[in-house]
């Protein structure tokens, strides 16, 4: 049980595309998603947390403008990474509660390169 | 702020070794995760460490928290080369709606 699945795993595209990641909780309700960003050889970097049918939280230094997160069914969120440049280029994972307090589900993460 | 720190951060041994992995948090946590990672891929949770003294082992590895040292362990016993990967420890707290603090992570090696 407990199945997170992150879609698609590998995106290469040109610089200025706008890229959508889809996070997917499979057999349970995730009211609460989490997005990372991990760049090589460094520990995992909270972005943003959404809440079903609220506007997505972000940390502070992420650009909300850029990294546009939808959270819009009880089984889906999705980010959009607009105009990407290749410093942009990273591993963008999600992961999935059920509630406020339970433990989170990883996706198997989603690997961006911009040319 | 909530600052969570391994030690080391690089681990090479050999085969048939016993080693330790330290995770220290500044703050009190409700949870204390360790996952391990293999390059290219996700996180694969190991570990849920829920109160002071909580033990739990799974095979070669076994994971221990003192909540009063605000530290947690991972211990490698005989280690194989299969458990080469990254692992890191994370901390949570319920107030903060189970947003999760990672540590730097150890890059284990484990050399035949």
């Known amino acids: 049980g407990a199945v997170v699945s992150q879609h698609p795993s590998r995106v290469i595209c040109k610089s200025g595309t706008s890229v959508k990641i889809e996070c997917r909780s499979l057999d349970f309700q995730a009211t609460t998603m989490f997005w990372y960003r991990q760049f090589p050889k460094q520990s995992l970097m909270l972005m943003a947390t959404s809440n079903e049918g609220s506007k997505a939280t972000y940390e502070q230094g992420v650009e909300k403008d850029k990294f546009l997160i939808n959270h819009a069914s009880l089984t889906l969120s999705t980010l959009t990474v607009t105009s990407a440049h290749p410093e942009d280029s990273s591993f963008y994972i999600c992961s999935a509660s059920q509630s406020g307090n339970q433990p989170q589900h990883f996706g198997d993460g989603t690997r961006l390169s911009i040319l | ?112």
Not at chain 2, 9 to 21: A, H, P
Not at chain 2, 72 to 94: G, P, Q, R
């Open chain 2, 1 to 112: 702020e909530l600052k969570v720190e391994q030690n080391p951060l690089f681990l090479s041994m050999q085969e048939g070794k016993n080693y330790t992995i330290y995770c220290n948090y500044s703050t009190t946590s409700d949870r204390l995760y360790w996952y391990r990672q293999d390059p290219g891929k996700s996180l694969e949770s190991l570990f849920v460490l829920l109160s002071n003294g909580a033990v739990k082992q799974e095979g070669r590895l076994m994971a221990s928290l003192d909540t009063k040292a605000r530290l947690s362990t991972l211990h490698i016993t005989a280690a194989v080369h299969d458990l080469s990967a990254t692992y890191f420890c994370a901390v949570d707290k319920e107030t903060s709606g189970s947003r999760l603090t990672f540590g730097e992570g150890t890059q284990l090696t484990v050399n035949p």
